[in-house]
């Protein structure tokens, strides 16, 4: 009975009418007992379908709510109405679920992001986040097939985990032990991880780039794609606790080619969403606009979302150095005039998302790779310049979110890497492995982490990353 099923998406976009078909979907309106908005998720677009005066018993009729899930069968014929070429003449209406119209809080008007956040189970529902997560499907999918397509190998990195790839310590603790007090104790008071679980302290990934690069040893050419773990407590429209990340990593690439990979990468995916999500992204532009029109006239962006992205697909990114971008950013009259917060003063500093949005959007008003960045401000597998004082990193910049990816070319030499390693403070012993391929058969490789979210984000405009990824985790909230 059920798999008769025709999607709204096929029957809208098909030529033919005068036929039967069944449609199953959630009722968006119900207006002059008349005309039902059914919406069923394949489209944003909804199917008007006619009830016909006098044909259903006003039982039925009045189960018609928001929110209410149907099943319906009836004649496909042309629509007289204006907004529609096509509309379902029902013939039989059966009510699958219920919606009690005085408590679901999804109303037929204008609700606010925030608001939908609180509801994040029932946003789907909504023409916005149907837009967006179909978008982010699209999104997902281009990015394994850019990568097959290349005759990558899609790899799988542990998600738990006893190193901490960037070194940052930001890591979520995985444990069975008790937190009662009772855990077994060091002669110095610590806990003692060796009756815990894996026998040793560990955490969530950050990320999968140490694993990445072993097998990128063998295969050559390999990503991963999967969820990290950042417990930073960072509170921005940027920032998640949980986030996808796509890890890239090539052997006898060096930075260069780095480059080119994700902007090549990068261009390919925009494209990929704007020709199979047309409809989507026009939606989602539209919402921007509104969004935008609320501002004042100096705060609104200069470009719609589809020129931004056909402009980012058209241009080359900018590329310069760190060197060059503190100088064009300690001669900036934002810095003379002391509009950052925090002033570029001289060589060294790490860039604040202040300089990254300065620079991209005011300065270049494009996307920007910056590369060879003070060693210090930088992880310890990056690849040491020749001058001895900068690594072969890139960081690429995109107009309304900043960074966006974070790569580099690795530190192939052993005693170059763990020299390091050694003032970083990283004890070699437990990245013995990663070491390893330094010792046998190592070579030159390169590789790097788009954020997903923050890509998401970009295409669809959103300004806050909570709304791209279905159930957001963030500082004091984990709900769903
Ligand atoms: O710059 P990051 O920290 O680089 C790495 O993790 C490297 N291991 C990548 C590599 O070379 N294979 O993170 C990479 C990207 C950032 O540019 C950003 O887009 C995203 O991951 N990112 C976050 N996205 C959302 N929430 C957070 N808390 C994020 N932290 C990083
Ligand atoms: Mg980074």
Known sequence: MFNKRVKIKTLLAGDKTNFEATVMGWVRTFRNN????????????????????????????????????????GELVPSLGKGQKVELKATAIEILGDSDAEKFPLQPKKHSLEFLREIAHLRF?????????????????????????????YLHTPIITASDAEGAGEMFRVTTLPLDGTAPKNEDGSISFKDDFFGRSTNLTVSG????????????????????????????????????????????????????????????????AMEHNKEDLEFLAQRLTEEENQKPQAERSEMGLLDKLNFVVDNDF???????AIEILKESNHNKKKKFQYLIEGWGVDLQSEHERYLVEKHFKKP??????????????????????????????????????????????????????????????????????????????????LGFERLVQFVTGMGNIRDVIPFPRYPKSAEF
């Open 34 to 73: 008349q005309f039902i908005a059914l919406n069923d998720g394949s489209t944003n677009n909804n199917l008007q379908v006619v009830t016909g005066l006098g044909l259903f018993d006003e039982k039925i009729l009045k189960r018609l709510t928001t929110g209410a899930c149907i099943k319906v069968t």
């Open 125 to 153: 529902r909504t023409n916005t986040f149907g837009a967006i997560f179909r978008v982010r499907h699209s999104l997902a999918f281009a990015i394994h097939k850019f990568f097959n397509d290349k005759g990558f190998v």
């Open 209 to 272: 780039q140490l694993e990445g690069e072993l097998a990128a040893m063998a295969f050559s050419d390999v990503y991963t794609f999967g969820p990290t773990f950042r417990a930073e407590n960072s509170n921005t429209t940027r920032h998640l606790a949980e986030f996808w990340m796509i890890e890239p990593e090539v052997a006898f690439n060096d930075l260069e080619d780095n480059m080119n990979l994700a902007e090549e990468f990068i261009r390919y995916v925009i494209k990929y």
């Open 318 to 324: 900018e590329r310069l150095t760190y060197t060059e």
């Open 368 to 449: 920007v790779i910056l590369t060879n960045y003070p060693k210090d401000i930088k992880s310890f597998y990056m690849r040491l310049n020749d001058d001895g004082k900068t690594v072969a990193a890139m960081d690429i910049l995109a107009p309304g979110i900043g960074e966006i990816v974070g790569g580099s070319q690795r530190e192939e030499r052993l005693d170059k890497l763990t020299a390091r390693m050694a003032e970083m403070h990283i004890p070699a012993e437990e990245l013995n492995w990663y070491l390893d391929t330094r010792r046998f058969g190592s070579c030159p490789h390169a590789g790097f982490g």
